[in-house]
Protein backbone atom coordinates (compact mmCIF):
# COMPACT_ATOMS: atom_id res chain seq x y z
CA UNK A 1 0.00 0.00 0.00
CA UNK A 2 1.02 3.58 -0.70
CA UNK A 3 1.68 6.30 1.86
CA UNK A 4 -1.25 7.94 0.75
CA UNK A 5 -3.20 5.07 1.75
CA UNK A 6 -2.51 4.81 5.23
CA UNK A 7 -3.35 8.74 5.21
CA UNK A 8 -6.60 8.24 4.16
CA UNK A 9 -7.18 4.85 6.47
CA UNK A 10 -5.94 7.50 9.42
CA UNK A 11 -8.21 9.97 8.56
CA UNK A 12 -11.30 8.01 8.43
CA UNK A 13 -10.60 6.44 11.97
CA UNK A 14 -10.29 9.95 13.48
CA UNK A 15 -12.86 11.35 11.66
CA UNK A 16 -15.34 8.16 13.04
CA UNK A 17 -13.75 8.98 16.68
CA UNK A 18 -14.72 12.74 16.27
CA UNK A 19 -18.30 12.23 14.90
CA UNK A 20 -18.83 8.98 18.32
CA UNK A 21 -17.53 11.00 21.06
CA UNK A 22 -18.67 14.85 19.83
CA UNK A 23 -22.16 14.30 20.98
CA UNK A 24 -22.70 15.26 24.39
CA UNK A 25 -26.37 15.99 25.78
CA UNK A 26 -26.84 19.84 26.38
CA UNK A 27 -27.55 19.56 30.07
CA UNK A 28 -24.35 17.85 30.80
CA UNK A 29 -21.92 19.53 33.27
CA UNK A 30 -18.34 21.09 32.92
CA UNK A 31 -16.96 18.00 34.59
CA UNK A 32 -18.63 15.40 32.72
CA UNK A 33 -17.79 17.66 29.50
CA UNK A 34 -14.29 17.71 30.44
CA UNK A 35 -13.89 13.92 30.84
CA UNK A 36 -15.58 13.04 27.15
CA UNK A 37 -12.84 15.29 26.08
CA UNK A 38 -9.93 13.95 27.57
CA UNK A 39 -11.89 10.35 26.50
CA UNK A 40 -11.88 11.50 23.02
CA UNK A 41 -8.61 12.47 23.34
CA UNK A 42 -7.32 9.29 24.48
CA UNK A 43 -8.71 7.68 21.48
CA UNK A 44 -7.23 9.76 19.31
CA UNK A 45 -3.83 9.26 20.64
CA UNK A 46 -4.47 5.27 20.97
CA UNK A 47 -5.34 5.30 17.26
CA UNK A 48 -2.33 7.45 16.14
CA UNK A 49 -0.14 4.86 17.83
CA UNK A 50 -1.42 1.86 16.90
CA UNK A 51 -1.46 3.29 13.23
CA UNK A 52 2.15 4.02 13.36
CA UNK A 53 2.93 0.70 15.05
CA UNK A 54 1.16 -1.20 12.12
CA UNK A 55 3.07 1.68 9.91
CA UNK A 56 6.11 0.74 10.96
CA UNK A 57 5.55 -2.61 10.59
CA UNK A 58 4.95 -2.61 7.49
CA UNK A 59 7.20 0.13 6.07
CA UNK A 60 9.84 -1.19 8.52
CA UNK A 61 9.87 -5.13 7.95
CA UNK A 62 7.90 -5.80 4.69
CA UNK A 63 10.12 -3.70 2.45
CA UNK A 64 12.50 -4.17 0.36
CA UNK A 65 14.73 -1.25 0.57
CA UNK A 66 13.14 0.11 4.23
CA UNK A 67 12.74 3.55 4.77
CA UNK A 68 14.31 6.19 3.12
CA UNK A 69 17.10 3.05 1.72
CA UNK A 70 17.54 2.49 5.80
CA UNK A 71 17.46 -0.76 6.98
CA UNK A 72 17.05 -1.13 10.81
CA UNK A 73 17.27 -4.47 13.02
CA UNK A 74 14.41 -6.33 13.02
CA UNK A 75 14.30 -6.61 16.46
CA UNK A 76 14.32 -2.70 16.65
CA UNK A 77 11.82 -2.39 15.00
CA UNK A 78 9.77 -5.14 16.65
CA UNK A 79 10.89 -3.17 20.21
CA UNK A 80 9.15 0.17 18.64
CA UNK A 81 6.11 -1.73 17.18
CA UNK A 82 5.43 -3.38 21.02
CA UNK A 83 5.81 -0.35 22.48
CA UNK A 84 3.50 1.48 20.19
CA UNK A 85 1.24 -1.15 20.36
CA UNK A 86 0.79 -1.45 24.52
CA UNK A 87 0.73 2.52 24.82
CA UNK A 88 -2.23 1.94 21.95
CA UNK A 89 -3.93 -0.76 23.74
CA UNK A 90 -3.43 1.45 27.23
CA UNK A 91 -4.78 4.68 26.13
CA UNK A 92 -7.98 2.81 24.54
CA UNK A 93 -9.05 0.82 27.66
CA UNK A 94 -8.75 4.12 29.45
CA UNK A 95 -10.54 6.60 26.67
CA UNK A 96 -13.01 4.01 26.79
CA UNK A 97 -13.77 4.05 30.21
CA UNK A 98 -14.26 7.97 30.31
CA UNK A 99 -16.82 7.71 27.60
CA UNK A 100 -19.10 5.98 29.83
CA UNK A 101 -21.28 7.86 31.40
CA UNK A 102 -20.67 7.98 35.55
CA UNK A 103 -22.80 5.71 37.90
CA UNK A 104 -24.23 7.69 41.10
CA UNK A 105 -24.50 4.83 43.36
CA UNK A 106 -22.07 2.18 42.91
CA UNK A 107 -22.54 -1.22 45.09
CA UNK A 108 -19.52 -2.91 45.67
Known amino acids: MELTDWIV ?3 IV ?4 AFFCSRTPAGWSLE ?7 GARLLVQ ?12 VRGLFVLDGLLGMRLAP ?3 LLG ?10 WSIR ?6 PRRLFTAY
Open 95 to 100: GSKLLK
Open 46 to 57: AALALWGAVLML
Open 32 to 38: NRARRFT
Open 75 to 77: HTI
Open 9 to 11: ILA
Open 81 to 90: VAVLTVCGFY
Open 14 to 17: LMAI
